[in-house]
């Protein structure tokens, strides 16, 4: 069983920066896909980036040049650094971790997840 938390979330305004972070306990976190994925009220919950243990790694179209994944392994704990924020990037952040070390777009193919931490872009 993993365990993972988010934290960093909250209200800024458009053109701020944010950190996410998503610390994992429980198998070995190093083995495994980890995700970002975000669900705005009224929409189907969206892949943001992924990253494997080699550090490969992959985002949305939507977040590519201002959202950077990246990982820490021996903390257990993947980021999302967040920049040049915009309303629409306003929802749910939530981390999930899969239990391949392949990489996915999937959340389908997720296997826990993170109870989402609320991210709000203001104009």
């Known amino acids: 069983q993993v365990q993972l938390v988010e934290s960093g979330g909250g209200l800024v305004q458009a053109g701020d920066s944010l950190r996410l972070s998503c610390a994992a306990s429980g198998r070995t976190f190093s083995r495994y896909a980890m995700g970002w994925f975000r669900q705005a009220p009224g929409k189907e919950r969206e892949f943001v980036a992924a990253?494997?243990?080699?550090?490969?790694?992959t985002y949305s179209d939507f977040v590519k040049g201002r959202f950077t994944i990246s990982r820490d392994n021996a903390k257990n704990t993947i980021y999302l650094q967040m920049n040049s924020l915009k309303p629409e990037d306003t929802a749910v952040y939530y981390c999930?971790?899969?239990?391949?070390?392949?990489?996915?777009?999937?959340?389908?193919?997720?296997?826990?997840w993170g109870q989402g931490t609320q991210v709000t872009v203001s104009s």
């Open positions: 999930a971790a899969r239990a391949s070390p392949i990489i996915s777009r999937s959340p389908g193919l997720y296997d826990y």
């Open positions: 990253i494997v243990w080699s550090d490969d790694n």
